[in-house]
């Protein structure tokens, strides 16, 4: 059986519940450095957590993604998350993207399933525990900046998803 | 007096005295979630320490600066450091950048400043404790993901320069 998810476009407020959004459109700001720039502060703060049986202390990284536009009809086959940390991306190109997440819970059902268009100028941070499917370009090879936890122990879960879903990306 | 300073292409090399440069050209990488996307990985490790009188854990934290073009011809007044946390900046526009920096130590002279062009696919960490100038944006107003540290305690230190700093963009 196929499944169609309808993607909607991204807000902070139909985000909330997965993470934060990454836009300085609509967040608060104040001018810094002799007013030559304006801070748009905290639009998130980022998770890196300890493992119970390794208890080193994680670090936070900075990374770079190379994703290849996504084949059409998009069609999402499996979700991950990582327990012990957030992950941040940020487009540093001029495309629209695809994000897909489910509750924080247990290995989500295509219902669970929620879709979501973010603009260029739009970037998300998966909460800790957020499952949520590898990075989705649309219509071109792009570049995000990462930001994710590196350390010891068990960060990351995959799980298939039991039926095949499609987005619609216009609805 | 005025001194001038000659701004050089920022490179990994040139820079590695400072901080990290976060660019994907030139970096190792390897393939992520199902040969779709190139991870370039630990491009830079966040630095967040707590301060000694206060030692509630830090924060690192995700913000936009929305920065004014500089004035040209480009004269500098001010560096400051972060001497809890490094600091992060990657353009999110289409615009190269300045970047200048002096050594972790004493208060810098004019003499101490090293000035470089980051192209708007280059983004810089510096360092906690690194000087560095205020955020110098070129040609327009121009975006930039800030990644930093959030706390209590003593992280932020500036100092004036006593000299006439004007930085040469062609050399």
Same mark, same amino acid.
């Given at each position: 059986?196929?499944?169609?998810?309808? @993607?909607?476009?991204?807000?902070?407020?139909?985000?909330?519940?997965?993470?934060?959004?990454?836009?300085?459109?609509?967040?608060?700001?104040?001018?810094?450095?002799?007013?030559?720039?304006?801070?748009?502060?905290?639009? @998130? /703060?980022?998770?890196?957590?300890?493992?119970?049986?390794?208890?080193?202390?994680?670090?936070?990284?900075?990374?770079?993604?190379?994703?290849?536009?996504?084949?059409?009809?998009?069609?999402?086959?499996?979700?991950?998350?990582?327990?012990?940390?957030?992950?941040?991306?940020?487009?540093?190109?001029?495309?629209?993207?695809?994000?897909?997440?489910?509750?924080?819970?247990?290995?989500?059902? /295509?219902?669970?399933?929620?879709?979501?268009? @973010?603009?260029?100028?739009?970037?998300?941070?998966?909460?800790?525990?957020?499952?949520?499917?590898?990075?989705?370009?649309?219509? /071109?090879?792009?570049?995000?900046?990462?930001?994710?936890?590196?350390?010891?122990?068990?960060?990351?879960?995959?799980?298939?998803?039991?039926?095949?879903?499609?987005?619609?990306?216009?609805?």
């Amino acid at each position: 059986m196929t499944i169609h998810l309808s @993607a909607q476009p991204l807000s902070r407020e139909n985000f909330a519940a997965f993470g934060d959004v990454l836009e300085a459109q609509g967040a608060s700001h104040y001018p810094i450095n002799n007013g030559t720039t304006e801070r748009y502060h905290r639009l @998130a /703060a980022v998770e890196a957590y300890p493992d119970r049986t390794d208890p080193a202390p994680p670090e936070t990284i900075i990374n770079i993604f190379v994703a290849k536009p996504t084949p059409h009809p998009v069609t999402l086959t499996l979700m991950e998350r990582h327990p012990l940390g957030s992950q941040a991306f940020m487009p540093l190109n001029s495309s629209h993207w695809l994000v897909v997440v489910a509750p924080i819970g247990p290995a989500p059902a /295509a219902n669970d399933l929620r879709a979501f268009i @973010a603009t260029a100028q739009q970037g998300v941070q998966y909460r800790a525990g957020v499952w949520h499917h590898p990075l989705l370009a649309l219509d /071109a090879q792009s570049h995000f900046m990462v930001i994710d936890r590196d350390g010891p122990g068990h960060n990351l879960d995959e799980s298939p998803l039991t039926e095949r879903v499609i987005v619609d990306l216009e609805n």
